[in-house]
């Protein structure tokens, strides 16, 4: 069975600074995809990136990219210059290919101190 | 574009009350879920379904009912509820034909059982 784990419940930075935060997987197929997601006071749930396993450049959306390490089992979201705005709970999720459920990690609530 | 709809936002139930949560989306998915959030839990799959008259259940599916009569809505129905359901309640779709795919999710409901 597959299973993702985010070792950290809370973490806060200060604005403009740097933050990383951990996700682990666990799987033994070998196509799959990663993903963040944010959820904001408002509960709505936004996707933040995606990797997909067989790509072994990292992906990037403006301030946030991710260090994957595939070997590792290892997906972690370091977001750049943090904002305000990037206050919210976030979720590492990840699906196998060929199938539609999303496994989700207990997720990291982050906050960003003015 | 509405995305994903869900309704309503919150709800308060007696244990032992029935009730439905809607779920509708107008970008013709094949894919819909339901996930519930709890507290250090994550989002765990109640039920899922891949397509009109198609459904099958996800890891926490007891207590629940699913139906997908048409490609846009997908309810969720607590037959009767109790105090182990209180949660906040997500609906998700995404597109079958494409790997990988983002899941959109409407805004969630809280539904607290007492």
């Known amino acids: 069975a597959q299973t993702v784990t985010q070792s950290q419940p809370e973490m806060s930075v200060q604005e403009a600074e740097t933050v990383t935060l951990s996700c682990t997987y666990d799987t033994s197929e070998s196509n799959y995809y990663l993903f963040w997601y944010k959820q904001p006071p408002s509960r709505q749930m936004i996707l933040v990136i995606r990797q997909e396993a067989y790509k072994q450049q990292n992906a990037t959306e403006n301030r946030f990219s991710v260090n994957f390490q595939k070997a590792a089992k290892s997906f972690s979201l370091k977001i750049s210059d943090s904002q305000l705005g990037d206050t919210a709970m976030y979720f590492c999720?990840?699906?196998?290919?060929?199938?539609?459920?999303?496994?989700f990690g207990t997720g990291t609530r982050l906050k960003v101190l003015a | 574009n509405a995305g994903v709809t869900q309704t309503p936002k919150f709800q308060v139930l007696k244990t032992g009350q029935s009730m439905t949560l809607q779920c509708a989306q107008d970008?013709?998915?094949?894919?819909m879920s339901w996930y519930r959030q709890d507290p250090g839990m994550g989002l765990r799959l109640i039920h899922y379904s891949v397509g009109a008259g198609i459904t099958d259940q996800g890891e926490v599916p007891n207590g629940y009912n699913v139906s997908r009569s048409t490609t846009e809505d997908f309810p969720l129905r607590l037959l009767s509820a109790a105090p182990s359901q209180t949660s906040v309640y997500f609906c998700?779709?995404?597109?079958?034909?494409?790997?990988?795919?983002?899941?959109?999710f409407g805004q969630g409901t809280r539904l607290t059982v007492v």
């Open positions: 998700a779709s995404s597109y079958r034909a494409t790997e990988g795919v983002e899941a959109f």
């Open positions: 999720a990840f699906t196998l290919s060929g199938t539609y459920k999303y496994i």
């Open positions: 970008m013709n998915h094949e894919y």
